[in-house]
C-alpha cells in the first residue's frame, strides 16, 4: 500500500479517537497535512484556534511564519513537506498539552513515523523535540541549548537528520528570536543541499 493511502486510514482513525480527553474540547481533529512522500517531517505542539478550526496544523500566524521560511528559505511549497503535531487536538485556551495528553497521542505520531519514515525531522519548539528525542533515546536538555544543532540517528535501516529549531509562535513573540528560526531553516536547507548533491553522485 502506498505511503498516501497509509496516512488517509490512519487519519481516519485518528478522526475517531477518544484516548484523552482533549476531544471533548476540539471542533476539529488536526492529524496533519502534506505530502507523506516528503523526506522532511516537521512536528509542533499541538493545534491552536485557527488549527481547529480549519483541521489543519500551522494556519495560523505561527503557520504562516512556518509557510514563509518553507517557501523562502528551503524554496519548496509546504505541499511538499509533511507538517503535524505531537498532540492533535486543540488544548483547551490554547494551554500547553499535559503529560498525559501527550502520552495518549503518541501512538498516532509513532504511526505517522513509521508510514512517512522522513530523511530529516524538524521539531519546533519544546514539546516535540523532547518527544523525539524520547523516541529515539537522545538527552534531551532544552530547546534554546538543542536548537540548531544537527543530530544523526539510525532507523528504518538509513541515517536521520533531526534538527530542533523553535516553536515559530515563539517568534511573533519575541521578535529577536526571528533570527536563529531563519539560522536554523538555513542549517536545514544546507543539509537538503548536501543529500541532493551526494544523491547525485550515488548515480554518477
Ligand atoms: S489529543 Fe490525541 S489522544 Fe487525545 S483525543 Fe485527540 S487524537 Fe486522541
Redesign the pocket.
Known amino acids: 500500500m502506498d505511503k498516501e493511502k497509509m496516512i488517509e486510514e490512519l487519519n481516519n482513525q ?1 478522526l475517531k ?4 480527553p ?2 471533548k474540547f476540539k471542533t476539529n ?1 488536526v492529524p496533519g497535512d502534506g505530502n507523506p512522500n516528503s523526506k522532511i517531517l516537521f512536528i509542533g505542539e499541538a493545534p491552536g484556534r485557527e488549527e481547529d478550526k480549519q483541521g489543519k496544523p500551522f494556519v495560523g500566524r505561527a503557520g504562516q511564519v512556518l509557510t514563509e521560511n518553507i517557501k523562502n528559505i528551503l524554496n519548496m511549497d509546504r505541499k511538499d513537506v509533511y507538517i503535524t503535531n505531537v ?3 486543540r488544548p483547551p485556551e490554547n494551554r500547553e498539552p499535559e503529560e498525559e ?1 501527550i502520552k ?2 503518541s501512538i ?1 505520531l509513532e504511526k505517522q513515523l513509521e508510514i512517512i519514515q522522513p530523511d530529516i525531522i524538524v521539531t519546533l519548539g519544546h514539546y516535540s523535540t523532547k518527544w523525539i528525542f524520547d523516541y529515539f533515546k537522545l538527552k534531551f536538555s532544552s530547546i534554546t541549548k538543542l536548537r540548531g544543532k544537527i543530530f544523526k540517528v539510525n532507523k528504518w535501516g538509513k541515517n536521520i537528520t533531526i534538527i530542533p529549531t523553535l516553536h515559530p509562535a515563539s517568534t511573533l513573540y519575541h521578535k529577536e528570536w526571528r533570527e536563529y528560526f531563519d539560522q536554523d531553516f538555513k542549517t536545514i536547507k544546507e543539509i537538503l543541499n548536501k543529500d541532493k548533491r551526494e544523491g547525485i553522485l550515488k548515480f554518477i
Do not use: D, F, G, N
Open positions: 485518528i479517537c477518544t484516548r484523552c482533549l476531544y481533529y498532540v492533535k487536538c495528553e495518549a497521542c498516532w
